[in-house]
């Protein structure tokens, strides 16, 4: 009997990081002369500077490519302007001109950040601050200088709130939690947790992104304040989609994204991050799907993706498949698994088109805009699943001749398309992915049989072995043989023909056929097949026009002509 398997385990897998014995931070070269240059820049000896951020990664003996600098008594706008100068003017360094990012506490950013970039770092500047509330509202009424103690109290994690000294080059734990906690793999916050997230809603997701980072794991009390129906509220009202899409983003990109989509199930932010407008949400063609699909999708491409981690023992995936997939890749492998419950709905937009619901949360949810492709990727990605749905060579699902009919498969644009980073073994993968989930799983349970998910997986794998044994893998960019220039004349002089038009892509469709059909012949022997396809009229050089489709009257002609000009 197969075993089945569970994409809701009873409890959630962190696979912590390794924590070093003896936590301590050795600088590079490149960081000591960074700090001398904080502590030496004329007229700012006296303001004591810190790093936020940064002594994390540098505990754990990753590199820092952001840095935040604290400063006890000085603007971060002030510091950062003669920061640059000196760097610029005496060191005679490449730096970016200061950023500043304005405070906007309706949005909970309450602290003015100055920015530069120096050497491929990227550099915050803010000032140690202490905040006063009113009685009825979590929005600063004053804003001073504070300790660094006031200052830590305020970040959004204990491990978060370590500083590292850049005058005595020590480490410093304020809230006497952060070095422990950070040992013992703990994410938990400096202040009560709901005090903490009301402060910045944002810190929830930011914990949920940390914890899956290093594998830590969030208190109760935390979990607790998460689920909180007001921190959720101010969640939804008050933080811009920018920031929480920037949040999902580095998710999906980042170690763990499986853990981040189970720990945002859990503490049921699921329907907050993918928030749809309620003018969009009202045309869905129909209702998302359980949460448990993105969690049973993100699983088993986990499981292929990391044999190590694997829910349950296959077969190894087929290096083609593999070949094509990178760190952006793979994240969209993830933000579709992510946007699984959407797939197969539509929603009306503004122009009344019909348009797939996967875009309206890519661009309304998580405003990603044109990230990593997520936008024209991503729904590609589920259409080209359905073309490669279960491609089986032993089963001859494609038409004579076999390498004719793969090749176009694969150069179908929404299968494989350079343009917006889409490999065709990414589609595969997906495919096969998506065919396990969808034929496998039980409707009322989130569960996969062994036996079956490998015979998924050694169909997908004998496809990639025909595609490599038909020799397509160069074929799928290959361009036609025949009119590669942009006007296509090649083929109008092949053809005698008065000139080109719409009938000259189908003829290159044709001739792209033939190339697949005889690989590696000259094309002089294409040009002598496509003469007598003419003759034999299976070609034809006229424009046919849809009979629904009216004849342009000479009017209508100038109108379109002059609003093109204008």
Not at 305 to 310: E, F, I, R, T, Y
């Amino acid at each position: 009997m197969s075993r089945s398997v569970s994409f809701r385990p009873t409890h959630i897998e962190r696979n912590p990081v390794p924590i070093p014995d003896h936590l301590d931070i050795c600088l590079t070269d490149v960081e000591h002369n960074y700090v001398s240059s904080w502590t030496t820049a004329p007229n700012t000896s006296q303001k004591m500077a810190y790093t936020l951020l940064a002594a994390l990664q540098e505990l754990l003996g990753s590199d820092s490519h952001d840095i935040d600098i604290a400063l006890e008594n000085m603007t971060g706008e002030a510091f950062a302007l003669k920061f640059t100068e000196f760097v610029g003017r005496l060191k005679h360094l490449p730096v970016k001109s200061v950023a500043v990012v304005k405070s906007n506490p309706g949005q909970s950013k309450h602290l003015e950040t100055a920015k530069t970039t120096v050497l491929g770092l990227d550099l915050d500047f803010v000032n140690l601050r202490d905040e006063a509330y009113a009685a009825d509202s979590r929005i600063p009424t004053k804003m001073t200088f504070g300790t660094p103690l006031q200052d830590a109290l305020r970040r959004d994690m204990t491990i978060n709130s370590l500083f590292y000294n850049v005058h005595t080059r020590s480490i410093e734990d304020h809230c006497d939690k952060g070095l422990d906690d950070l040992k013992n793999g703990i994410i938990r916050t400096p202040l009560p947790p709901k005090q903490t997230f009301l402060d910045d809603s944002l810190r929830v997701i930011r914990c949920v992104r940390f914890a899956s980072r290093f594998g830590f794991e969030l208190v109760p009390e935390l979990q607790d304040s998460a689920r909180d129906s007001e921190i959720q509220v101010a969640l939804l009202q008050k933080i811009s989609r920018e920031r929480i899409g920037e949040e999902l983003d580095k998710m999906m990109g980042g170690r763990n994204p499986l853990m981040s989509l189970r720990l945002l199930d859990t503490l049921c932010l699921f329907p907050l991050v993918f928030h749809i407008p309620p003018a969009v949400a009202s045309t869905l063609s129909s209702q998302p799907s359980s949460v448990s699909l993105a969690i049973a999708a993100a699983s088993i491409l986990q499981t292929l993706l990391q044999p190590d981690v694997a829910l349950f023992p296959h077969p190894p995936v087929h290096p083609l498949i593999l070949s094509g997939l990178s760190s952006s890749s793979t994240s969209r492998l993830y933000m579709a698994c992510a946007l699984t419950p959407y797939g197969g709905i539509t929603y009306v937009d503004e122009k009344k088109r019909q348009r797939p619901a996967l875009e309206a949360v890519i661009r309304e949810s998580l405003k990603f805009g044109t990230k990593n492709h997520y936008l024209d990727g991503i729904p590609a990605l589920f259409l080209a699943s359905e073309l490669l749905t279960w491609p089986d060579v032993d089963g001859d699902p494609f038409n004579a001749p076999e390498r004719v009919a793969i090749g176009q498969l694969l150069r179908n644009n929404v299968v494989h398309n350079a343009l917006i980073g889409a490999h065709w073994t990414h589609h595969n993968f997906d495919g096969m992915k998506l065919f396990t989930l969808i034929t496998l799983r039980s409707p009322e349970k989130a569960w996969v049989t062994v036996d079956a998910a490998a015979k998924v997986i050694e169909t997908y794998n004998r496809f990639a072995s025909r595609v490599e044994e038909l020799g397509l893998q160069e074929d799928v960019d290959a361009k036609p043989i025949l009119d590669v220039s942009p006007r296509r004349t090649e083929i109008v002089r092949i053809l005698d023909a008065p000139k080109p038009g719409q009938w000259t892509g189908k003829v290159l469709g044709e001739v792209v056929k033939w190339q697949l059909g005889h690989p590696g012949e000259p094309k002089e022997e294409c040009e002598v097949w496509l003469k007598a396809e003419l003759a034999a009229g299976r070609i034809s050089m006229e424009d046919v026009r849809p009979d629904n489709e009216k004849r342009p009257k000479s009017g209508d002609k100038e109108a379109a002509v002059k609003k093109r000009r204008k």
